[in-house]
């Protein structure tokens, strides 16, 4: 808590003469280019420098920073390894779901689920569904694959020599596999395949990267690999990324491929439950899935089939310390609801969910307690069995927002349905 | 701060005697399900209900949750407003990239922009291509087209019927404006169109929400036009979202009809300043993103056509208290580099990006004050001209994200291939 | 009849000798490069140039075409206005279904469908298709929205240039409306929207094209406007076509903004008929529209929610002198199937449907015949009306069609089930 | 040619009186529905099945059909394997574009290719562009991936039960195998993956089909090992085709995994040649596929980035005998400019072209002729050759076209610059 106790010290008294007057010779270096905003760690412990830095922001804004000031985790990790220029920090709020009971391979049990979010409604709405899918025994959770990927992007010089270099990046997966095994002992790579397009290679690398998200394991064998590529065909490299990865776009490879952990949730609710808990009843929430998530999602060219799927990711993925722009690829996602004999099977199919317990912002302190809320922080045992488990958490808190939110204009269109019958037998 | 101290001593020291024992009986009613973890603000204050309901989670999962509980926000807001069952926060590391230099029609001189994140590297990243932005003269910003939007789906009885509806609705826009107007002073509907799938009947409704991200106001006002069309048409209401609005899912029709703010950010690069800041040269940069943005997204079925823009849009999202989900949709950017005489043209067009200064989270504290920083926190003047200045700085902000990666992989390849030419002269 | 007949002589007896020998020094001439295979019918009549062309090609290649050699359509025109280098015709055989009865705003009554195929089992799945709505009272058909499109692409200096280019050609609509009205008196602007993208400004003009397809009257019209448009805003003109169009390739902006005709057609089949002609229940043809034509489709990104309309539509359009590429816009369909209190209600949407009755094919003798076999052969009264009544058929067409199959599919799926009862049973 | 013979005596004479008077009674039969229209080849030959039809719906619709009367192909065959309810035929002109200098794997040469259309100045353009392209050494074109593919979809009890049976089927590819080669003795299933979505699950099986488009023979592969799934594993099949086969629809899981064959085709032109035969220079060619065929489509969400393959595709698989409706999925081809130190190097990739030589419509007589006219008609030598020469074929035509096409947009881009600058300098 001392990064906390020193800027509210700053922040609320000031500090004394001395230190003021070389603060301000420094934001008049500052000012002049002469010292650069980023060289402040170099000349000083990150506590003050992120102080000093957000002072002089301060200063050239006139705004008064005191909350961003106020913070508790761990400055020397945070303005090293999460994030340049730091100022301070942003605080989201955090609510709990649950209790969620879930039956996966790995998430076996009743979770809390921490979201945060400056949007009200949503822990409510992902709360009721929770409370709906604990009454009806629980969540099936399944991972349906698992793998992360980076694709380089090669020049060849005709399409004759692109499938010389496809091809040979094919014939030659095992030996790029051992070079790849020289830059990690953690991760694995699992899968290679190739793509042309004109005189452009793209080699989609697979990897198996155990708890971590992995882009950065990945990046780096994948430049190794990349690099021997091009010596042995002459490819030449345009980019370690050619997007057909894809990172953080919503792509259809990554749904037909998958990237990161595929994850699938499903409970099945009696008519009993969806009349009593849901207000509505089996018929209508079919309606409501099948005009809204997918006929209106196919009539607009929406590539996610659902109702509000990146909610749920989003929070999550803010509270334990995710890459937030991971929500982009995590949140596509297809809700499904089938008519049974009993009610209904409610479904969500989230084909590239990239997810991690170690590395990033997983050992940021608040994010960190979020993981160990649900029993996941740090890495597993076995190895990948964390962020296994974290998927399968993240896919049944989806289905909790997806039931809820469609239960939910299922009931009320029931209610309307109901008062138009009303006012129908009236006239 | 009350909140902070109150929640620091809480966790801090634990309480004197009979507040422990009170407390303890509360965990054993919500244990038991008594009472409903949502329902202790009804019998305390926010700040209390906050601790205790933190308190049971540690208890119930084991854990201890000091960081989470230490938070400076007003936690009467929070914890109604924003959040439900609200245990603390996350604290997000806060950086800033610039000064950028951005010539908008709102936004205009230079700006200081935080970005919260976790991921090492970004702001760096963003900081880099702000400097060669600025050292341009500047990034161009224009707002093309400003609307948020719902879609309710209805049922019809028959494809004529449908068509009834949407002809209906159609020739109603003036009466149904009047009837949205009634429902708020701030947003105004300025658009109407019908989009017929078999039976299903979508009307996308269109409103400027002025300084407000205005979901809410959209929403509420949509319900009272749909029950209209409902009434007179016979139509049957099944959802006030019908998935073509389409929010939070990535889609063709926010793309092609806009959706938030459009904004479209540009900056014209000399050969020389490609070359002294950005280490590379035009014919490089233009390669790397005809084969990784476009043939490579293309290739891929990506629906984004650019290097990071999620990176960026997210990060500033999580700072200025917009609705983090919203990245999905306002990350869907198309990167453009145009060979120009003097040089590259670099262009990001992000056509659908749903910010606001007012409402959600831009009023949490720490949020507001990275408002402040950029001079829009709150509502502007002209009405909804804050929003807009922030639109345009976010736009400029992808840009100076999209100059700095483009340009560091035209730079590594450049290395590569020269690199490559030396092993060439030497055999 | 003279065309056939003429070829027939001269493919079977050969003509006599100083032609033969005239002939032989053609083809040394066409041999040499001296002659160009297309300047033939500069120097004889269409009919001999195509006999002589085929005849070459025949040397060259080594092979007989006889039957290509053998056709009855106006060779004069053909060779002139619909295939250059022609050398004679294939010939698609036509099947009919029907009798459809069609109850549309333009088609009704009930109809003989020609379609042009040569894929077994397609004209009897038609078949069958067209008696079950028949049976079931005629299928309901509406045009939900009639345009032809052309969006020339223009280059601006820099986006705020690109702004104002967009913004220019949205203030002078009606003035380009007018500068399109010199160029036709068929057709007639009605409708322009703009999009950028960063530098690059996209104009999308829509015309009505009464009874034509209008491709060329389109883009006659488009060339002088975008001319204008480059004039007055010092745009530079890339290309009359931009992609935004779009012609001939699947697009979401065909499927949101509807290109040619948008055409819904649909059908109600109670239980009882269900049952009897398609020997299957509502329950089973609902699941197999679900998980084949939504689920299937939106998982394997597809552009299309149907199961084979396809291939109606390349069948009609071949027969009745279409463009046979149009088919590519033309079949992006998506069928949905409703549970109704009496059965199921079918239906489909395609949103881009370009047809014309008069231009292009349609006069080719044969399609003309098919086209009179619809009663829609050359313009309408009042124009645009046969055009229209051509495309309500194909929607029709396509309802049937997809009855058929889905019916098909769900009766299978149910003598599965019944004779996996029965195994059951035995165990 | 009996089967023209005996319809032109059928529609020139009309036949004597008793035969009269047999036809009428058939009328009267048929339309008082006691004898179907599709059970006249049951009662007469094929020859007469189609004159009395086509004379029957001559006089349902009041219409005279001489021209669809007219026909040579072998009717016996047309109206039972190619057409159901065969009326007659359309002629569909074609006409030839070449030389085309080929150097493929398959197809080494020079071609003439075949082109069936109603559209004029396709084959002008096809032809003009396989002029450059012969002029600059021929086209390179290579297959990238040969594969026929279809995908049934299962029923899940429970998205637990959907990863067994996915688990199940991928673990026992061989043995399916094994029970597709029970089936066929020409094609071999090669390829298995699995899908699943909610409680869907898609197995896509794919086959190398030799000569053959192979539909057909993998549909019939696909329905025992579905019936062997189905009783394995306790899914329930509900359709041999799920959508994500996926046939006769534009889908990105195609042009990622291939279909049919995959085929990339490219040129380099020097400055010269795109000089004196395209009469414009690199810079704009490259230009103009940028704004257009790159940023234009992806600013359409079309899935085709390319000018016009469709046309040459539609083309060439009408007058081939390839099934048209194919044309769709066939021409989602994306066309590449690169620029490099002597000039450009253009390419297409086609990464679905179904295509075969052997059954379906490669059997008429007419579409026999134009295989023959390349060299492919009938099964190849190796099994396997002649298809894959076809696809390489079409693959150069595609390329032909686009370079024709995009070469008269650059060199109209390029006169009207020159004319602007004329203007200028008169100012």
Chains 1, 2, 3, 4 share one sequence.
Request: proline share 2%; hydrophobic share 45%.
């Amino acid at each position: 808590m001392t990064g906390d106790d020193g800027h509210r010290n700053a922040a609320g008294t000031g500090g004394d003469g001395p230190d003021r007057e070389k603060e301000a010779q420094i934001h008049t270096k500052l000012r002049a280019g002469s010292l650069k905003l980023y060289e402040l760690e170099k000349q000083m412990a990150p506590v003050d420098a992120v102080r000093v830095r957000r002072r002089f922001i301060e200063h050239e804004t006139g705004t008064m920073l005191e909350n961003i000031g106020i913070f508790s985790i761990d400055v020397d990790r945070a303005a090293t390894r999460n994030c340049e220029n730091m100022i301070g920090a942003v605080q989201v709020p955090v609510g709990v779901a649950g209790p969620l009971a879930i039956n996966g391979e790995y998430a076996k049990g009743t979770f809390w689920l921490p979201l945060a979010t400056t949007e009200g409604a949503l822990v409510a709405s992902v709360n009721r569904g929770a409370g709906a899918i604990t009454k009806a025994g629980g969540a099936e959770v399944r991972i349906l694959h698992d793998g992360m990927t980076r694709a380089p992007v090669f020049a060849a010089k005709s399409v004759g020599h692109a499938k010389e270099i496809a091809d040979w990046a094919e014939a030659h997966e095992e030996d790029l596999a051992a070079i790849a095994a020289t830059t990690t002992s953690h991760g694995k790579m699992t899968g290679l395949v190739t793509f042309v397009a004109g005189t452009s290679v793209f080699v989609r690398l697979e990897f198996d990267t155990k708890d971590a998200m992995g882009m950065n394991m990945v990046t780096i064998a994948s430049a190794k690999i990349a690099d021997e590529i091009a010596q042995a065909t002459g490819a030449r490299l345009i980019a370690l990324s050619g997007n057909m990865c894809t990172d953080k776009k919503p792509a259809a490879i990554n749904g037909i491929m998958g990237r990161g952990r595929s994850v699938v949730a499903g409970i099945a609710l009696s008519h009993e439950l969806v009349e009593k808990v849901l207000k509505t009843d089996a018929a209508t929430m079919i309606e409501v899935n099948y005009r809204k998530n997918l006929v209106g999602s196919a009539r607009a060219g929406a590539m996610g089939f659902n109702a509000h799927a990146a909610n749920i990711v989003a929070a999550m993925f803010i509270a334990c310390g995710q890459d937030a722009a991971h929500a982009i690829d995590g949140s596509t996602c297809m809700t499904t609801i089938d008519a049974t004999e009993s009610g209904v099977y409610v479904a969500v199919t989230l084909p590239s969910l990239p997810v991690g317990t170690v590395g990033g912002g997983t050992g940021v302190d608040t994010q960190n307690e979020c993981l160990k809320i649900l029993g996941v922080a740090g890495g597993g045992s076995p190895a990948g069995s964390n962020a296994k488990k974290l998927a399968e958490i993240i896919g049944a808190g989806v289905l909790a927002g997806e039931l809820s939110l469609i239960g939910a204009l299922a009931a009320q269109h029931l209610a309307r349905a109901h008062q138009e019958l009303g006012r129908g037998q009236k006239r």
